[in-house]
């Protein structure tokens, strides 16, 4: 979706929206369109949208009411990005190809203007390569949107909010390709695409590597897959010079069969989004570097299938981990906290990183415990979860958090081992987090987000359609923006 600027209504406009404020229909309006979004007990509530024909000066054109909420609500910002979204869920296949939005008269500011063309760019994303037979009517024809007459500084507020949308997108490319596309290289190879000329660097390391570092605990997941594992690195340092990086860290598990201890098969091809932490982070340094953040962060994708093989781990393998820590391996589907512990053993000796916050697709309990409407949350740090906490409510990447504790640790304690990748049946987010904060150095501020319900979703929601939601970029550009750059 294109987002242009004009300052006049362009001459050929066929489909004119106005975003409209709850109980306040702009003054102006022909008559018959009051009466007729009256009649349609239209009251302009966020996400409402109202459709009328009138001819005007001589052509017939299409004309919508979008629906913004009251100006004093505390999601108003959201309310804005729904009316914008609402319009693109209107007309994305409708045959209109320009939708202009009227933005003349209006009281927004800046930012509200930005955030309801956020709304509308973000919900027209989908992913049609695989489709070859779509009908005329199913196909997207809505290619662009020109703001007329937007608020002063729209345009300026529009860069950077078109970085965000760039990296949300581009995590739900990489989230809704299937697991024979994306896998560890080619997630490295579209990375890499992707980051041409945007000043974003970029380190791999291939399974020699890890095993030189001794990554047993990474390699040991990937060891039953025929893809080789990969570390990506992606650096942006926009910020002072030698000031410690915040590093982002996900799970990148390109397809998670359980490995040995296999899946049922109903259900089992949603593990193609198991790789939706690494997806966040790819997608997030897109938009970090796009807007020209001005802080230093590097984000840390672990890449690896996890898959049954007569070479695949065994239940009751001990492997030994980068930092030295030795785990054994109960079950082999609890494999996502054995690739991040090794990667991030190597982000903090690499990188000596201020700030840890690592996001996966963990665990099946989170989705028990929050369903689909927060991440889980969980941290050593009270002023850095609280900071989190907030990032995730101004974008609607919503977090809750999650207790610690010693009693919790004692869980993954094993018999023969330093520890075993799972605890009982209960707790099994915190376990699985507990697992993760033994690999973290004292000291380290660190937070580790459950992302297992927020990263695929069942049906349509504000600015997304059903599938992947580009959870984890908002939420992790707005930390930025609000504690790094601020
Ligand atoms: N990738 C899964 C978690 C998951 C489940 C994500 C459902 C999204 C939807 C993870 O690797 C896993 O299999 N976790 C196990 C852990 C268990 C064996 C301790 C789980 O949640 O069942
Ligand atoms: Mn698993
Ligand atoms: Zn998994």
Redo the contacts with the bound molecule.
Sequence with gaps: MKITFAAAVPAPAKLIARIVDQDALPAGLEPLLVEAAQTSRFAGKAGQVFESFLTRGGTVLRVALAGAGKPGDKDRMAALEKAGAGLTAKYLTSGETVLVLDFTGSSLGAAEAAAVLLGARLRGWRLDTYRTRLKDEQKPTLAEIVAVAAPEGTEAAWTTESAIAEGVEFTRELVTEPANVIYPESFVSRCQARYAGTGLDVRVLGADEMSALGMGALLGVSQGSARPPRILAIVWNGGEKDARPTAFVG?G?TF?S?GI?I?PAA?ME??K??MGGAGAVAGTMLALARRKAKANVVGVCGLVE?MPDGAAQRPGDVVTTMSGQTVEVI?T????RLVLCDTLTWVQQEFKPAVIVDLA?????I?VSLGHEHAGLFSNNDALAAELTAAGSATGDKLWRFPLGPAYDKMIDSPIADMK???SRYG?SI??AQFIQRYIDNGTRWAHLDI??T??TDKPGPTWDKGASGFGVRLLDRYVRDQLEA
């Excluded at 589907?333 to 996502?336: H, I, L, P, Q, T």
């Excluded at 697709?361 to 309990?365: E, I, V």
């Design positions: 799970k598990v998670d359980g201890s899946k259900g949603d593990m989004w198991d996890n079950n589907d609890a494999e996502g697709t963990l665990t099946g309990a989705i990748n799972v605890g099994g376990t699985a297992a319900g990263v695929w």
